[in-house]
């Protein structure tokens, strides 16, 4: 079993940054690739990016390729967001998936709460 907890949302200007942190539990947490995914209000949860079991490569949705990059340490996974626009704006999820990661979010095991991130113009 794996526990995910999500923290680090706010309000932002455009152009700001924000540090999104997800705090994990079990101790099998090297075993699992961990994904963001975002859900704006009206729209489905999308693919932000994921990073692989040992974080050494992650992948990333297009729309914050250059802007957003996540990485872990230890038992916590982060997605440090630069550049940040008004479409960003969403509530931001953790995920955990064994082994491989994926841009599936079917395909994930384990969720977090989201943490809302708001981008004003």
């Known amino acids: 079993q794996v526990q995910l907890v999500e923290s680090g949302g706010g309000l932002v200007q455009a152009g700001g940054s924000l540090r999104l942190s997800c705090a994990t539990s079990?101790?099998?947490?090297?075993?699992?690739?961990m994904g963001w995914f975002r859900q704006a209000p009206g729209k489905e949860r999308e693919f932000v990016g994921y990073?692989?079991?040992?974080?050494?490569w992650a992948t990333y949705a297009d729309s914050v390729k250059g802007r957003f990059t996540i990485y872990r340490d230890n038992a916590m996974v982060y997605l440090q967001m630069i550049n940040l626009k008004p479409e960003d704006t969403a509530v931001y999820y953790c995920?955990?998936?064994?082994?491989?990661?994926?841009?599936?979010?079917?395909?994930?095991?384990?969720w977090g709460q989201g943490t809302q991130v708001t981008v004003s113009s």
């Open positions: 995920a955990a998936r064994q082994y491989s990661g994926s841009y599936n979010e079917r395909d994930y095991n384990y």
């Open positions: 079990g101790r099998t947490f090297r075993a699992y690739a």
């Open positions: 990073i692989n079991q040992s974080g050494s």
